[in-house]
């Protein structure tokens, strides 16, 4: 981290502890935490039915930035090679190697379950809080005996509370909100480890209390700021597969 | 033993009432606990295949129970409609016991344009000029997944499907739903029909019967009993005697945990007409031992001595042919048999010990004469032994014109069958029955069979028998819309390859289609989870019906078993239920046992009656009114086109434990005054004249008091309070016609032993 940078920390630290902290600064402090220019991950996503079924995949995940994403499916052998890939929200395509075929995907789909998981295959990108807008002050709370802020995030008109850890400006849960107030979604981020001073967050697991089901997401691999380019996000490499 | 209760009753009355009082009020402590359940499962044991595979759908593929909301309007494209729609939509899949709700304003699509895959809604977007609602009404009602599924014919009404969360409290969740709809839609009606919205009816219809029958009934009696005894205690002892019964019996039902189902209900009402003629006969005994001049200890020894044997034999065939529907194989009706027996004990119970214990305590303050003025007695003595000389002498064309009446109803009775409608448990112009109409006239019905198969989902060759299966179910009578993942990949399949029809197939391999199903989970995991499980290890096919007989769905259910055989090889495990099903078990419960129910309920009388008299003659006698009353009971049915359900099954057994009191009575009496020493002829003079009275004043309490029956919100409960009204009616008349016709043709020197019995 840069000289100047710390010092910017500091003063920041010194204004907070006089005259509090808004959810904004909160958000900006966990984005300058977590957010890398790109990232390289391998993950096994575990997916829990209500009857208790798992489902277990193994995925491959290539981001850059907010938007740009190729996901590619490792296991089960009969999804080996499917691919997803997105430069924007509006902009998503799939390839299934049983067709050989890329076709895009319009509509709804992004805000859908990804791949049969409770993450949407918006979660899923913005899991970094990218484009999420903070409202407010932020709350001092404590979250499982770890002092913590209590923010509100407004992403594409939904609602949702996130807890940061103080110290380190770590997101620590997350809470999707319905229009009744509901808690539907709960999202708990865990065993972070730094890599080229960026904090990933090596399990994310998401509680849909609303349908009693569990997606879990272990990332195995992680390379942080790779140098990954623009041209890497394109239907050729959809196709090269796992 | 009727001895010894009596001397008990003599030594202790104010104990004896004492107890009674601390009983009742335990009783009523237990009735805070009493529940009504009118969910039809539960009428059913958990190993029905019905049963069993509603719990693997409320399990495995989001839940069994759904509310139908229709919505019927003039023009349902005009302008700010569907706006409207939308908004009841959301309201409804934001309450927190709906799981999800199908409708076209929130349905999702897979459409392939080119290169292109669309998943998105089917109405994106609602259009507000007029001709942008033509289009779509026009684009939804040339797709025959939404016309007449969700959308009618004629555009005008939709249908919006309310799945609910498995194991929410299924009232509480219609209830929030109509409250939704009140608060959301204006102006045109919505009706609610559906499992769970036919269940919250029922549950209200039920409770609005229990708060104004019990009333009526009581009213009813007392005008009997006024009309009877012309005093207070002629009154209100028998109806507090029998109202504490009432007590106690639904004090054991709450203490059991039992519900109260749509049979139970009728329950109350029953024991106070059939346990009220107990009473009857007690204070009528008391009336007539007190003119005689008898008083004290003599007299409680003559009440209950005489009268507590006959009521005891009726008392014991009533329990015998109310204990008769254990042999039904539903448990509602089992739950009937055993609460109704104890409720019957105990108002036998209670009208031989605590209301001769009650008359003591009374007689200790009250001067001695009572009763029935001496001229009305006298009247209605002599008219019963007028109507004994005219039986002496007409007894054979009595006989012959018994015998036309019983062969003419066994003609129609035969024709009696049994039949399974949950609508028509409603009046025929109530709104659940009107909804329930059109839903399945215009959408196919709201009746579902659900199939279940399991085995590897993704394999293309289960796939293709599923496929085979579900082109055969269609062609099913009644059977309307069938749905399955089969047809959702073919669609995806065709969608991927550019709406081109020869793609709509299922994939050639497991990978295709494990890749196209995954790719349809960006049309919302609910959508799928509906159809498949998550490990693709079971699948639900939904098959529509649109006919609520139970004889229908019997002949759908032998076919599409068939079917089932036909179409699934060994590696796979299908099994068909749903709520068809369940209105099936209970047709075939009803079917397979009535009858057994009315053979063990006419043995066990007629071996109680043989014993009690020591005499098979008089077994055998005692059973031709009650015989002749089922038989013309069955064949008015017939005529009437009255069917057998869940209650009047019941019937039968019941009409017989409950008629055969006059018989007994009878046989009791002319027993008794067989062994007095006169002639046949005399001694039917005085039977007739000593319990004509009685029987036809207790015959009129426990009819009016089911014909009260026919007040009831629910048509299955008005129906049987008439027929068992007219059973009892029947029976009464019965006795004092038949009886006499058959023991005037008896040789003095018949087996009748002298003496009384008890």
Known sequence: MGKIKRIMLLLGGLFIGVYGMSAQEVLNRLRNSTTAQDRRVKAVMRITDKSKRVQERTLRMVMKGDKKMLVTFISPAELRGVSFLTTAPENMWVYLPAQGRVRRISGSAADQSFGGSDFSYKEMASISFGTSVASGEADEVELNGV????????????????????????????????????????????????????????????????????????????EIDVGIKDTYFTEENMKKGA | MMQQISRLVIKYPGWVVLG???????????????????????????????????????????????????????????????????????????????????????????????????????????????????????????????????????????????????????????????????????????????????????????????????????????????????????????????????????????????????????????????????????????????????????????????????????????????????????????????????????????????????????????????????????????????WADWIGRGRIPVLICAGIIMIGSLFWGVKVKPETDFVRYFKPNSSPTRAAKIVNEQFGGELQFEIIVEGDIQDPAVLRQMEKFTNE??????????????????????????????????????????????????????????????????????????????????????????????????????????????????????????????????????????????SVRFGLAGMVPIGFTLTVAFGVMGVLGIEVDIVTAMLGAIALGIGIDYSCHFLGRFQEESGNGVDRKECLRRTLAGVGPPVIINALAVGLGFAVLAFASLVIIQKFGLLIAGAMFLSGIGALVLLPAIFVGFRDKSNIKGGQNG
């Open chain 2, 473 to 614: 179910l269609k062609q099913v009578q009644y059977v309307t819309h069938v749905t399955s993942i089969v047809e959702v990949l073919k669609k995806a399949n065709r969608a991927f390859h550019g709406d081109d029809p020869k793609f709509e197939v299922i994939p050639d391999t497991r990978d295709g289609v494990a890749q196209f199903l995954l790719l349809l989970s960006f049309s919302g995991s609910d959508y799928l989870a509906s159809m498949v499980t998550s490990d693709y290890a079971r699948a639900r096919i939904t098959a529509q019906f649109s006919q609520e007989r139970s004889s229908e769905i019997g002949k759908a259910v032998i076919e599409i078993r068939n079917l089932i055989k036909r179409n699934f090889g060994s590696d796979v495990k299908v099994e068909l239920g749903g709520m068809p099903l369940a209105v099936y078990a209970l047709h075939r419960g009803i079917a397979t046992s009535q009858l057994w129910s009315i053979i063990v309920a006419f043995l066990a009388v007629f071996v109680i009656i043989a014993a009690s008299f020591r």
């Open chain 1, 147 to 222: 002092k913590a802020y209590l923010i509100t995030l407004e992403q594409d008109g939904e609602r949702s509370r996130l807890w940061v850890e103080m110290e380190r400006f770590l997101p620590l849960r997350l809470e999707k909100i319905a229009r009744d107030g509901r808690v539907v979604k709960c999202i708990v981020f865990a065993d972070f480890q730094k890599a080229n001073e960026v904090w990933i967050p090596r399990t994310v697991r998401l509680d849909n209390l609303a349908r009693g089901t569990i997606t879990e997401l272990k990332l195995l691999d992680v």
């Open chain 2, 20 to 386: 009674v009082c601390l009983l009742t009020v335990g009783a009523g402590f237990f009735l805070r606990r009493l529940r009504i359940e009118a969910d039809v499962i539960q009428l059913l044991p958990e190993n029905e295949p019905g049963v069993r595979v509603l719990k693997v759908v409320d399990d495995d593929f989001g839940g069994s129970d759904q509310v139908v909301v229709l919505v019927e309007t003039d023009n349902l494209f005009a302008p700010g409609r569907l706006m409207q729609l939308d908004s009841l939509v959301q309201g409804l899949e934001g309450l927190p016991a709906v799981n999800e709700v199908v409708a076209l304003t929130n349905l999702q699509d897979v459409v392939g344009v080119s290169e292109e895959v669309i998943i998105s809604r089917v109405i994106e977007s609602i259009p507000s000029s007029e001709t942008g609602l033509k289009k779509l009404r026009e684009r939804l009602l040339s797709d025959e997944r939404y016309r007449g599924r969700l959308l009618a014919e004629d555009g005008n009404s939709m249908l919006l499907l309310v799945r609910l969360r498995p194991g929410v409290d299924k009232l509480l969740a219609v209830q929030e739903i109509e409250k939704e709809v009140q608060k959301k839609w204006r102006g045109t009606q919505v009706s609610l029909t559906g499992s769970a919205a036919l269940m919250k009816f029922m549950r209200d219809w039920m409770m609005q019967d229990l708060t104004r029958l019990i009333p009526l009934v009581v009213l009813v009696l007392v005008l009997v009993f006024v009309f009877l005894f012309r005093n207070w205690r002629g009154v209100v002892l028998p109806l507090l005697s029998v109202g504490i019964a009432v007590l106690w019996t639904l004090g054991v039902i709450g203490l059991s945990g039992q519900p109260l189902t749509v049979v139970l209900i009728v329950l109350p009402p029953v024991l106070l007409s059939v346990g009220s003629a107990y009473g009857i006969h007690i204070v009528e005994r008391w009336i007539q031992e007190r003119r005689k001049g008898i008083c004290g200890r003599e007299l409680v020894q003559a009440v209950v001595g005489n009268t507590g044997m006959p009521v005891f034999l009726a008392m014991a065939t009533t329990v015998v042919g109310f204990g008769a529907n254990m042999v039904m194989r539903i448990n509602a009706i089992r739950a009937f048999a055993i609460f109704s027996v104890v409720g019957v004990i105990f108002s036998f119970i209670l009208a031989v010990v605590f209301l001769p214990a009650l008359l003591i305590l009374l007689e200790r303050r009250i001067r001695c004469h009572i009763g029935l003025p001496t001229r009305m007695l006298k009247g209605r003595g002599s008219i019963f032994e007028r």
